[in-house]
């Protein structure tokens, strides 16, 4: 199965188009071929040989067959390769991480093994009695014996003895039960224990590193919040000041996780940042205000829309206030107010502004606006709003000539409203 999978594999390399060193995706089949044999091609082939035809035909290599298997190895290198593009998830890095500290500990045991065995079979009378190997065969009563030929742990046991021994030199644990005795297992032992510190400090230290990560925003919301309640307490802001500012930040913390959008986008080029201001602001943009509207219009006017929040018992306007947005209603109540009267309950999908003239200069508020729940909002900034019409003189006329009929309250200073 592993044969036709990798002859599958080297197929499909054959067919497969690749990113060029100018970042451009390669689709012609004469260069992706150039590119794969030029590449991974050797590695490939050699480790998709048939390994058990090869020993049946020539015993006598068996060695080097086992040396050509130790290429596929190396295949592992792509594996990373493809999988960089996933490092920003920490449980796929953590989860790599680890695998490869067990693969590392799986053939050094294997190592370590035939070391232990290599001691047994030369009989060395000097060595062979205390071999990692007899030892752990005295200790579980299956000693070696006919020259060291017969008998001793079994295999499975002995594998288990060689991983809990590199597990603990690597880790730097070492409780000593499983020890270097013969110069060649000390030798190994030594270059374990180096292996282990560079394991240690990049695969635990990577570990650290990703948890911090995965917590980072639990870190930055307690930051954030103990910097607000040190202005607090150093301004000596009153209780309720103090309740208000809590309660707006932690609810806005809940919508936006302490994302700010705005200082996110800035450095993504117009192009990229309108589309992805178009998609943010649909909601707006598909009234009917905007119908005339062109594309070029729309995603310049996107770049203008923020969004708001407001917390129940806060004011978005007060009377005699400069208008400086209209305002659009994403869900939530709001309600008008003027002299303690309650002259309009706004909710979801209702509009808030003045009607205009191209030659406004400031628009005062003839009312309060005051959330009755939580509020999310979008908002045309007046200024960026000017700066479109001027660009769309054609849509400006009919944008002024409609903004009046789709208002769901006026808040032009001088306006009575129905």
Known sequence: ILFILCQADIILNFRTTYVSKS???IFEARSICIHYVTTWFIIDLIAALPFDLLYAFN?????LVHLLKTVRLLRLLRLLQKLDRYSQHSTI????LMSMFALLAHWMACIWY????????QNNPLT???GWLHELGKRIESPYYENNTLGGPSIRSAY???LYFTLSSLTSVGFGNVSANTDAEKIFSICTMLIGALMHALVFGNVTAIIQRMYSRWSLYHTRTKDLKDFIRVHHLP??????MLEYFQTTWSVNNG???NELLKDFPDELRSDITMHLNKEILQLSLFECASRGCLRSLSLHIKTSFCAPGEYLLRQGDALQAIYFVCSGSMEVLKDSTVLAILGKGDLIGANLSIRDQVIKTNADVKALTYCDLQCIILKGLFEVLDLYPEYAHKFVEDIQHDLTYNLREGHESD
């Open 114 to 121: 035939v070391i232990g065995k290599r001691e047994m079979e």
């Open 160 to 162: 288990i003895a060689a």
């Open 93 to 96: 890095v953590l989860t790599l």
């Open 239 to 244: 209780q309720q000041l103090k309740q208000r």
């Open 128 to 130: 062979w009695d205390i």
């Open 59 to 63: 015993v006598t290599v068996v060695s």
């Open 23 to 25: 970042g451009q995706v």
């Open 259 to 261: 994302i700010d959008s």
